[in-house]
C-alpha cells in the first residue's frame, strides 16, 4: 500500500480503532472498549456545502414571464386559425352570391329587349328568350315565299336563315315596353303551333301585329322570371303565365339561389336610348350567423334593339 492509500485509510474511524486498548482478561466482560487517555480523536469534519433557493420576487418575476411568454405564444397559435377560419367564411358567403349573380347575369342578357321590370328594388322581372331570328318581309324576285302581313292577321312566315332548334313558346315582335308594343300586355306576342320547323314558323292563331320591326327581327320567349329577395333567400321563380301586372309570388314554386341569415338585394335599372344599351345593376349582401358579411355588384349591359 503506497503513501496515498495510506493517507486515504487515515480516517477518524481508524484512528479511533488505533486508540482502542486491546482487552484483558479482567475486561473480557466489559461492555465498552477502554480507550487510552493519551489518544485524542479528531471529531469528523464535514465539509460545507453551499446551499441556494428562490425568493418570493423571484419566483413572482419569473411567473410573470412565462405568463407573457404563454401569452405571446397563444396569439402567435391562434391568430393565423382564426383568420383562416374568417377567410374560409368570407369565401363561403362570396362564392354563394358569386354563383347567383352569373346566373342572374346569364338570364338578363337573354331578355327580351325592353322586358326588364324591378318592383321596390328587391323583384326584378324578364322575358327570357331561347331564340330569334328575321322573318320574310318580301317575296322573293321570282314571287315565291311566305310573308309576314302587317296589314292584316297573319298565322305564318318564313324564316330567313334558320332558327337553332324547332321553336316552341311566345312569339314576340318590336318589343317597346309601352302600350303600343307590351309583350307583357300581349298585343305584339302570339303563341307558336306544334306544327313550326326551324325555316317556317305557324302561330296557333292570325294575329296582326301592332309595328314592324325595322330590322325584321323577331324574339321567341319562352318563359318569364322572377328574381326575389325574401325571408333571407334569393329565389328564382319561372314557368309561369305571362301577365301585364307583377306576378303572385306567394303560389308560385321556386328555386333557392342563395341564402344566409340575413340577405339583402338591391336591384336598379336604368333603360337604353338609341345610342346605348341599357344597364342594370345588381346588389347581394350575405350576412352570417358570426356577422361575418360580403357584398358583391354586378352591372349587366341589356340589349335594347327590339
Given amino acids: 500500500m503506497n503513501y496515498m492509500q495510506h493517507k486515504k485509510l487515515d480516517s477518524p474511524i481508524i484512528s479511533y480503532l488505533r486508540c482502542v486498548k486491546a482487552p484483558s482478561e479482567s475486561m473480557v466482560n466489559d461492555v465498552l472498549p477502554v480507550v487510552s487517555k493519551s489518544c485524542k480523536i479528531s471529531p469528523p469534519k464535514f465539509k460545507a456545502q453551499n446551499t441556494h433557493g428562490f425568493t418570493l420576487i423571484e419566483l413572482i418575476m419569473v411567473i410573470v414571464i412565462v405568463g407573457i411568454m404563454a401569452t405571446i405564444t397563444t396569439d402567435i397559435i391562434t391568430l393565423p386559425?382564426?383568420?383562416?377560419?374568417?377567410l374560409e367564411r368570407r369565401t363561403t358567403l362570396v362564392d354563394s352570391a358569386e354563383m347567383s349573380l352569373r346566373r342572374m347575369q346569364r338570364d338578363i342578357r337573354r331578355a327580351l329587349p325592353n322586358s326588364i321590370r324591378i318592383t321596390s328594388g328587391t323583384v326584378i322581372e324578364l322575358l327570357h328568350t331561347s331564340d330569334g331570328g328575321r322573318y320574310r318581309a318580301k317575296l322573293a324576285?321570282?314571287?315565291?315565299?311566305?310573308?309576314?302581313?302587317?296589314?292584316?292577321?297573319?298565322?305564318?312566315?318564313?324564316?330567313l336563315g334558320s332558327l337553332n332548334a324547332i321553336p316552341n313558346g311566345e312569339l314576340v315582335i318590336y318589343n317597346l315596353g309601352s302600350t303600343t308594343?307590351?309583350?307583357y300586355?300581349?298585343?305584339?306576342?302570339?303563341?307558336?303551333a306544334n306544327i313550326s320547323t326551324i325555316n317556317s314558323i305557324t302561330l296557333s292563331s292570325a294575329k296582326l301585329f301592332?309595328?314592324?320591326?325595322?330590322?325584321?327581327?323577331?324574339?321567341?320567349?319562352?318563359?318569364?322570371?322572377?328574381?326575389?329577395?325574401n325571408s333571407g333567400e334569393l329565389r328564382r321563380y319561372d314557368n309561369y303565365s305571362i301577365s301585364s301586372s307583377a306576378p303572385s309570388l306567394g303560389s308560385l314554386s321556386y328555386n333557392v339561389q342563395a341564402s344566409s341569415n340575413n340577405l339583402t338585394c338591391a336591384f336598379k335599372y336604368n333603360a337604353g336610348t338609341a345610342t346605348r344599351a341599357g344597364l342594370v345593376t345588381l346588389?347581394?349582401?350575405?350576412?352570417?350567423?358570426e356577422g361575418e358579411s360580403a357584398k358583391l355588384i354586378h352591372q349587366v349591359h341589356v340589349d335594347n334593339m327590339p
Fill in 210 to 229: 301592332p309595328l314592324q320591326s325595322p330590322q325584321q327581327r323577331f324574339f321567341i320567349v319562352d318563359t318569364p322570371i322572377t328574381y326575389s329577395c
Fill in 185 to 192: 300586355a300581349g298585343n305584339n306576342r302570339e303563341t307558336i
Fill in 181 to 183: 308594343a307590351d309583350a
Fill in 141 to 159: 324576285s321570282d314571287g315565291s315565299g311566305n310573308i309576314l302581313d302587317f296589314t292584316s292577321a297573319d298565322n305564318s312566315f318564313d324564316v
Fill in 81 to 86: 386559425i382564426k383568420s383562416y377560419i374568417d
Fill in 283 to 289: 346588389e347581394i349582401t350575405l350576412t352570417d350567423d
